[in-house]
């Protein structure tokens, strides 16, 4: 039934979603014909009318001898909905709250390696992850305008702000043919950002990042497609490779 299908969407159960049902179709009701309607057994059906009742979703009226049961008005179930949002965002900075913490732990044994997929919209999840590292740097080698492309240039400079703020220096080989379409990418000391331009002839259409122990490789916009590497080993060599490219690079 859609009706029931709806309901259990918003975090009712099977039996919550029957009983709240029924009390909409009886309207005001006892007990006897609410078991009758639902199916449920009687002791069953009373806990679960308690639990519409603590929701605000129906109303137990209390006579001399016995109660009736009957259903608010459905825009309660709005509230609800609101509510669990609540309950959910609360939750999810608790967790933010606790990434630092967690990432400490989550490094701190030894581990094995891993290589995680990311598409589309998902890049920006790598990006994320680089700022909630603890660590002091990120090293990457690419073309500046296809780093903004893939994760759109609003989300990039926002990000920009908050690994400064969160005191991760970058340190970036450049390809000088791509500045002339991002010119506000310049190195600026506020920003704790350091650049230096790869010899003419050198390419890199995606784009390497070097963060703790990952190396990411992110396409272009055209392909909108990332790899994260997790290897203490891996992201040592890569290390060592970027700052010998480093060597050879132009400061201007």
Same mark, same amino acid.
């Given at each position: 039934?859609?009706?029931? +299908?709806? $309901?259990?969407?918003?975090?009712?159960?099977?039996?919550?979603?029957?009983?709240?049902?029924? =009390?909409?179709?009886?309207?005001?009701?006892?007990?006897?014909?609410?078991?009758?309607?639902?199916?449920?057994?009687?002791? +069953?059906?009373?806990?679960? $009318?308690?639990?519409?009742?603590?929701?605000? $979703? *129906?109303? *137990?009226?209390? &006579?001399? +001898? &016995?109660?009736?049961?009957?259903? @608010?008005?459905?825009?309660?179930? !709005?509230?609800?909905?609101?509510?669990?949002?609540?309950?959910?965002?609360?939750?999810?900075?608790? !967790?933010?709250?606790? $990434?630092?913490? @967690?990432?400490?732990?989550? &490094?701190?044994?030894?581990?094995?390696?891993?290589?995680?997929?990311?598409?589309?919209?998902? @890049?920006?999840?790598? %990006?994320?992850?680089?700022?909630?590292?603890?660590?002091?740097?990120? =090293? %990457?080698?690419?073309?500046?305008?296809?780093?903004?492309?893939?994760?759109?240039?609003?989300?990039?400079?926002?990000? *920009?702000?908050?690994?400064?703020?969160?005191?991760? @220096?970058?340190?970036?080989?450049?390809?000088?043919?791509?500045?002339?379409?991002?010119?506000?990418? *310049?190195?600026?000391?506020?920003?704790?950002? +350091?650049?230096? %331009?790869?010899?003419?002839?050198?390419?890199?259409?995606?784009?390497?990042?070097?963060?703790?122990?990952?190396?990411?490789?992110?396409?272009?916009?055209?392909?909108?497609?990332?790899?994260?590497?997790?290897?203490?080993?891996?992201?040592?060599?890569?290390?060592?490779?970027?700052?010998?490219?480093?060597?050879? =690079?132009?400061?201007?």
């Amino acid at each position: 039934m859609q009706l029931e +299908t709806t $309901l259990k969407n918003i975090g009712l159960n099977d039996k919550e979603a029957t009983a709240y049902l029924a =009390c909409l179709a009886l309207g005001e009701s006892s007990i006897v014909p609410l078991v009758q309607k639902t199916g449920i057994i009687r002791t +069953t059906l009373l806990y679960v $009318l308690e639990r519409l009742a603590e929701r605000g $979703l *129906i109303e *137990i009226v209390q &006579h001399a +001898t &016995h109660r009736r049961y009957a259903a @608010l008005s459905p825009r309660g179930l !709005v509230s609800l909905i609101k509510k669990e949002e609540n309950r959910l965002k609360e939750q999810a900075a608790n !967790v933010e709250a606790a $990434l630092p913490e @967690l990432n400490r732990m989550y &490094h701190a044994d030894s581990f094995q390696p891993r290589v995680r997929v990311f598409k589309d919209e998902e @890049l920006r999840e790598v %990006y994320n992850e680089m700022i909630e590292e603890p660590i002091p740097d990120v =090293c %990457y080698v690419g073309d500046t305008t296809n780093i903004a492309d893939s994760v759109g240039d609003r989300f990039m400079r926002d990000w *920009i702000k908050r690994r400064a703020a969160k005191g991760i @220096l970058s340190n970036a080989i450049r390809i000088r043919s791509g500045e002339q379409n991002a010119p506000e990418y *310049i190195a600026r000391e506020e920003l704790l950002r +350091t650049i230096r %331009y790869a010899p003419e002839g050198f390419e890199s259409p995606a784009v390497i990042y070097i963060y703790g122990d990952n190396v990411a490789i992110l396409t272009t916009a055209k392909e909108s497609f990332g790899v994260v590497t997790t290897s203490k080993d891996y992201a040592k060599s890569m290390r060592s490779w970027f700052w010998a490219l480093w060597e050879t =690079c132009e400061e201007k």
